[in-house]
Structures are given as C-alpha cells and as structure tokens.
T-cell receptor, first 115, second 112 residues
Framework: DGGITQSPKYLFRKEGQNVTLSCEQN?????MYWYRQDPGQGLRLIYY???????QKGDIAEGYSVSREKKESFPLTVTSAQKNPTAFYLC??????????????FGDGTRLSIL | QKEVEQNSGPLSVPEGAIASLNCTYS??????FFWYRQYSGKSPELIMS????GDQEDGRFTAQLNKASQYVSLLIRDSQPSDSATYLC????????????FGAGTRLAVHP
C-alpha cells in the first residue's frame, strides 16, 4: 500500500528539548512538505523540499529544522527555540511538475504537546 | 492580503440538500485548484482537483472554476451527515510552483 507514514502519532516535549518527527513516503514523490496546524486554523508551511539534499523555508521556519538525505524521508526537528510548539504537524508529498501544480497528499499527522 | 480566502462558516445544511462552498484566490495566473476534506482531529484528504474553467464532477461532488472572477467553488449534492467536516481550498501562490496555499477552511454541518 502506497502512502505517507508519520510517527509518532503523539509526542510530548519537555522544556529545552529537541524532538524529531518522522515522515516517510513510498509514493515515489519528489516533493515533500511540513505544515503546522493550530486548533481552528488553516495549514501553515514550515519547510518544503523538491529534491534530495535541497529544502526551502516556508512561512514559519523559525525554531524548526529539516533534512532530506533520501527521497523517501523528510524528518522535522522541533528545536528548543520554538517556544510554542503545541500543534498538529502534517507531512505531505506530491509529484513535481514542470508547469502547474500537483495535489499534495497527507500523512495522518503528529500531535505535539509540551509537558 | 491573503492569497486564498474562504468563509469560515459554519455552513449548516439539512440532509439531502446541496451544500455550496466558496473560495477566492488572488493570483490570476493560477492553473490548478484543489479541495480537501478534513474531519475533526484527522489529516486533510484530497477530494477534488480542477485545472480549467468550468465544472469538474466526481460522484456527488462538483468543483466549479471561474478564472475571470478568481473564484472556485465546491458543490456537494445530496448532503449527508458524514459530509460534516472542514473543507479546505488550496491554490498555488503567486509565481510559486510545487507549493500550495491553503485557505483557513469552511466548516460544514449537515443535520438530519
């Protein structure tokens, strides 16, 4: 079954701690994305990557870091610099296109809370 | 100015009625638009894509695009209580390929 797997489903962070959220896809998609969703709000783009070993900041990258060492994997680290990390984190992927856009497909998400 | 705007709702419709959800976007050059459904506590699920002016139908769902008015809508015929969810509209940002801007979503409530 092709899809996007996010883990863990729930994560708790202590003060001053860095935590890493996993995102793996077996759809052979080139592009991957991380979004943050706060209660009752829309999706805000944190980082995205269109190709291995390359990624760009989204609208709210401060306090987060990513890597893209493999096409299938795009982990997100929430650093201690992110003072308000409690949110629902969504990973997505899409095929790339030379013109226009392809739809993005989402994993099931990770809920992060502060202890 | 937000690039993709939606009425937050809630939009309340009786079971069996047509639900009409609307979205406006700012970039006249946008070529593709997407509707996602998000149940409470779950991740968004793609339900419709539309790439050209006019209507795109899939079962009970119809997406309508009017590029001149920069307006895209989603009609849900024969609405069911299981359609109760938040519907997100997404479009590419100005000059941005392989990225999408999501509207804040419209909450739909279908009551029996």
């Amino acid at each position: 079954d092709g899809g996007i797997t996010q883990s863990p489903k729930y994560l708790f962070r202590k003060e001053g701690q860095n935590v890493t959220l996993s995102c793996e896809q077996n759809l052979n998609h080139d592009a991957m994305y991380w979004y943050r969703q706060d209660p009752g709000q829309g999706l805000r783009l944190i980082y995205y990557s269109q190709i291995v070993n390359d990624f760009q900041k989204g609208d709210i990258a401060e306090g987060y870091s990513v890597s893209r060492e493999k096409k299938e994997s795009f982990p997100l680290t929430v650093t201690s610099a992110q003072k308000n990390p409690t949110a629902f984190y969504l990973c997505a992927s899409s095929m790339t296109a030379s013109f226009g856009n392809q739809p993005q497909h989402f994993g099931d998400g990770t809920r992060l809370s502060i202890l | 100015q937000k690039e993709v705007e939606q009425n937050s709702g809630p939009l309340s419709v009786p079971e069996g009625a047509i639900a009409s959800l609307n979205c406006t976007y700012s970039d006249r050059g946008s070529q593709s638009f997407f509707w996602y459904r998000q149940y409470s506590g779950k991740s968004p699920e793609l339900i419709m894509s539309i790439y050209s002016n006019g209507d795109q139908e899939d079962g009970r769902f119809t997406a309508q695009l009017n590029k001149a008015s920069q307006y895209v809508s989603l009609l849900i015929r024969d609405s069911q209580p299981s359609d109760s969810a938040t519907y997100l509209c997404a479009a590419p940002p100005e000059g941005g390929y392989n990225k999408l801007i999501f509207g804040a979503g419209t909450r739909l409530a279908v009551h029996p």
